[in-house]
Every structure is written in C-alpha cells, then in structure tokens.
C-alpha cells in the first residue's frame, strides 16, 4: 500500500516498479504506472531540503501531487491551507508549500 501519489516522473529515484493496478478517482478511473521512490524539495526556514517519500504511485494522469496528511498529522505536523505552509504542534512554521510548475 502507499501513502503518496505523484505525476512526475523525474520526481522518483531509479526505475520505477510497473505495475497494472488502478486507482479509483472521484467518478473516474487512473492507471498506476508503478511505484518507487520519489524526492521531494521542501522550502523550510533553514533553507531547501529534500525528503524521500518511499513506496509512492506514479500516475501521469493525476492532476495534482498528495501525500497524506493523517499520517503527517500523527507525527505532530499539520497542513495550514490558507497559508500554504506545514506546522508543528504549537504553530511553529517549518516548510512552506510553495507551487511548481514544469
């Protein structure tokens, strides 16, 4: 099972893992194309920093990038939507979600 769904290719480390699964979407249907590793940069308040996110989906067709926040949450780190920023318990701000495009 995996917690991440991610688009981009150049985003996962190495050869991803095929698969021939889908994933069910709102009303509609997406291929997974595999699954592997994927890097992803964070902006913090020390600077850039990269994470992995093991055993993620690939979906070239799925709009957006997730991870999941219940699991994110359990750990003591929590989404702020309207400021598009990561927390920690306490409201301390430690990555900022900034947009990618390309």
């Known amino acids: 099972m995996t ?31 595999g699954f592997r590793t994927a890097k992803v940069i964070l902006i913090t308040l020390l600077g850039r920093q990269k994470i992995h996110l093991i055993n993620a989906t690939y979906i070239l067709g799925f709009y957006t990038n997730l991870v999941y926040n ?3 949450n359990k750990k003591g780190v929590f989404w ?16 900022y979600c900034g947009y990618y495009y390309g």
């Open 70 to 72: 219940y699991r994110l």
């Open 3 to 33: 917690l991440y769904v991610i688009n981009d290719r150049v985003r996962f480390i190495g050869n991803i893992r095929p698969a021939s699964k889908q994933l069910y979407i709102g009303s509609g249907i997406e291929n997974i194309e």
């Open 80 to 95: 702020h939507n309207e400021g598009n920023y990561l927390y920690r318990r306490g409201g301390e701000k430690f990555v």
